[in-house]
């Protein structure tokens, strides 16, 4: 099941553009954390915790975050392990400074829900506005604090399935227990 995470800004890239990094190693994360610190750090974090599958192999979120955008087992046509609960990540970045990214991996631009993705998580108002989701008065949460679930009913997401308008990926902001809820809600819907 694909989840695209929409946030404003991409981190800095290693070595510039010219680099022969790439995004879908297992070193891929700690050396954009290197490069880019701590905000980074609980940035992929938060995904981290968020995709975190039992069902997978990575059973950890920290093993997760190291290989979060590697693909997963069941990604891989070659091997016959089931993708039942398997989340698959994508990251797209709602700026104009995401020109480096264009050619790396899952990693993209995009001013769209992405057609493929199952869930998309539109992260903090700023992503929210850049997409037209909603204006720069509108809550992000609901009354009781929980992150707001857009029906499908909504003109602008007909033909996606679900979104989910959250906070900014930052522990200030996306604490672990609206992190617990959001995770509930993504292993609990059916396909």
Same mark, same amino acid.
């Given at each position: 099941?694909? %989840? *695209? $995470?929409?946030?404003?800004?991409? &981190?800095?890239?290693?070595?510039?553009?010219?680099?022969?990094?790439?995004?879908?190693?297992?070193?891929?994360?700690?050396?954009?954390?290197?490069?880019?610190?701590?905000?980074?750090?609980?940035? $992929?974090?938060?995904?981290?915790?968020?995709?975190? !599958?039992?069902?997978? !192999?990575?059973?950890?979120?920290?093993?997760?975050?190291? *290989?979060? $955008?590697? *693909? /997963? &087992?069941?990604?891989? &046509?070659?091997?016959?392990?089931?993708?039942?609960?398997?989340?698959?990540?994508?990251?797209?970045?709602?700026?104009? *400074? =995401?020109?480096?990214?264009?050619?790396?991996?899952?990693?993209?631009?995009?001013?769209?829900?992405?057609?493929?993705?199952?869930? =998309?998580? %539109?992260?903090?108002?700023? /992503?929210?506005?850049?997409?037209?989701?909603?204006?720069?008065? !509108?809550?992000?949460?609901?009354?009781?604090?929980?992150?707001?679930?857009?029906?499908?009913?909504?003109?602008?997401?007909?033909? =996606?399935?679900?979104?989910?308008?959250? &906070?900014?990926?930052?522990?200030?902001? $996306?604490?672990?227990?609206?992190?617990?809820? %959001?995770?509930?809600?993504?292993?609990?819907?059916?396909?």
């Amino acid at each position: 099941m694909e %989840v *695209a $995470f929409y946030l404003p800004n991409p &981190p800095i890239l290693p070595n510039g553009v010219s680099s022969s990094w790439q995004v879908n190693t297992e070193t891929a994360i700690d050396e954009l954390i290197a490069i880019n610190g701590n905000h980074w750090r609980k940035i $992929f974090t938060i995904m981290a915790k968020l995709c975190q !599958s039992q069902c997978t !192999s990575t059973k950890t979120w920290q093993g997760l975050r190291k *290989a979060l $955008f590697v *693909a /997963a &087992p069941a990604d891989n &046509p070659s091997t016959n392990v089931p993708s039942t609960n398997v989340l698959s990540r994508r990251l797209h970045f709602l700026s104009g *400074a =995401h020109e480096p990214w264009d050619d790396v991996a899952t990693i993209k631009p995009r001013y769209q829900l992405d057609p493929e993705a199952k869930w =998309h998580i %539109v992260c903090g108002l700023e /992503a929210q506005t850049k997409l037209g989701i909603i204006d720069i008065g !509108s809550r992000t949460l609901d009354k009781q604090g929980k992150v707001r679930l857009l029906s499908i009913n909504d003109k602008l997401m007909q033909g =996606h399935n679900r979104v989910l308008l959250t &906070p900014y990926l930052d522990y200030r902001q $996306f604490p672990n227990l609206l992190i617990e809820q %959001v995770h509930t809600l993504l292993h609990s819907c059916d396909e």
